[in-house]
């Protein structure tokens, strides 16, 4: 089984930037997609990014521009980097992962999933 943390959330003002972690723990797999989610209150779950075992990353439409998704492998940690936050952006925040052998990750058929963290952006 595959343990997921995720930290980093908080306060910030608009504009501003946070760095979120997921530090995974357990089993490793050969071949695996690492993914970011977000549900805000009332709304459904939204992807944000993902990102594959070579290190190829995919956003959704809505961040891209604004968030970065990387890992260290070292540190069995995946992050993601946000920055020019807005107050919309408000939502906790998930790390997710998945067995896939695929090249394209997508937002579909994540086994693993953290805690969340949340991240409030204040206007």
């Known amino acids: 089984q595959v343990q997921l943390v995720e930290s980093g959330g908080g306060s910030v003002q608009a504009a501003g930037s946070l760095r979120l972690s997921c530090a995974a723990s357990?089993?490793?797999?050969?071949?695996?997609?690492m993914a970011w989610f977000r549900q805000a209150p009332w709304k459904e779950r939204e992807g944000v990014a993902t990102?594959?075992?070579?290190?190829?990353?995919m956003y959704a439409d809505s961040v891209k521009g604004r968030f970065t998704i990387s890992q260290d492998n070292a540190k069995n940690t995946l992050y993601l980097q946000m920055h020019s936050l807005k107050p919309e952006y408000t939502a906790m925040y998930y790390c997710?992962?998945?067995?896939?052998?695929?090249?394209?990750?997508?937002?579909?058929?994540?086994?693993?999933w953290g805690q969340g963290t949340q991240v409030t952006v204040s206007s």
């Open positions: 990102i594959n075992r070579n290190n190829s990353p």
């Open positions: 357990g089993r490793t797999y050969s071949s695996y997609c």
């Open positions: 997710a992962a998945k067995y896939s052998g695929a090249w394209y990750c997508g937002f579909y058929g994540y086994d693993y």
